[in-house]
C-alpha cells in the first residue's frame, strides 16, 4: 500500500463586506510509489466549495458530482459570474434564503445561486422550484457562461 498525505489547496472566490468567504478547496493526496520510491501528487478532479462566516461557522458544499460536462467547475464559475454582477454578494444562513440583487437577476440566477451557494442539488430544485431538470441545467451553463 503506497503511502499517503492528504494536501488541500484553497483559493478566494468572494470576500463580502460582513467578512463572509467563500473558498474553492482542492483536495490532493500526495503518495509514495512503493516500486520505485518517488513521491507524486494525486489530485481530485473536483472541488468542495467552503463558505466561512465572520461568527465562525463554516459551511461545506461537497465535491460536485452532478454537472456531467467538467464538474470541476461549475459552482466556481457560478460563483464568480454571479458576484462579478452585483454590487455586493451575501450568503444567508438560512438554506432557501436567496439575497434580494441576486432575486432580481431573474430565474437563472436564484436556480443558479441555490445551486452554488447552498449546495442544492438538482433534483431538490426540480421539487423546490418546480422546473424540469433541463431547464435547470440550461439556467446553471447560462449564468456559469455569462450568457444571462
Not at 110 to 125: D, F, K, N, Q, R
Request: charge should be negative.
Amino acid at each position: 500500500m503506497p503511502e499517503q498525505d492528504h494536501v488541500e489547496t484553497r483559493e478566494t472566490l468572494v470576500e463580502s463586506d460582513d467578512g463572509t468567504e467563500i473558498m474553492a478547496v482542492k483536495r490532493a493526496v500526495r503518495r509514495t510509489d512503493p516500486e520505485t520510491g518517488e513521491e507524486y501528487t494525486a489530485f481530485s478532479l473536483n472541488y468542495a466549495i467552503e463558505i466561512h462566516r465572520p461568527d465562525g461557522q463554516t459551511t461545506v458544499i461537497p465535491e460536485d458530482q452532478e454537472m456531467k460536462s467538467n464538474p470541476t467547475t461549475w459552482r466556481i464559475r457560478l460563483i464568480e459570474q454571479m458576484a462579478s454582477r452585483v454590487e455586493y454578494f451575501e450568503v444567508p444562513k438560512s438554506r432557501k434564503a436567496v439575497p434580494v440583487n441576486i432575486i432580481n437577476q431573474g430565474k437563472p440566477a436564484i436556480t443558479s445561486y441555490l445551486y452554488a451557494v447552498h449546495g442544492w442539488t438538482i433534483p431538490e430544485l426540480h421539487e423546490l422550484l418546480d422546473l424540469t431538470g433541463g431547464t435547470i441545467d440550461q439556467y446553471i451553463k447560462k449564468v456559469a457562461n455569462d450568457k444571462r
